[in-house]
C-alpha cells in the first residue's frame, strides 16, 4: 500500500508513505549510519520477524 500526494504526482520529488515495504538491510543501515553515528551494520530479520507492519517514507526514491 503506498500513500501520496496525486494532485503532485509529477514531482520527482514527491513524498511517499509505503505500509510494509520490502527494505533492504544496506538500505536500513545507511539510514541508521546517517542517523546514529555509533550504529554498526546489522541484519534487520529479527525485527522483521516480530513486526505486524513498518512505514517507509520515500521521497524521490531513497529512504527519507
Known sequence: MVI???SRADDADDEVLA???DLS???L???FGASWPDHRPTS???VWSR??????A????PLS
Open 4 to 6: 501520496s500526494d496525486s
Open 19 to 21: 505500509v510494509s515495504p
Open 25 to 27: 538491510d544496506a538500505e
Open 29 to 31: 543501515n545507511e539510514l
Open 44 to 46: 534487520f530479520a529479527p
Open 51 to 56: 513486526s505486524l507492519v513498518w512505514i517507509a
Open 58 to 61: 520515500r521521497r524521490g526514491g
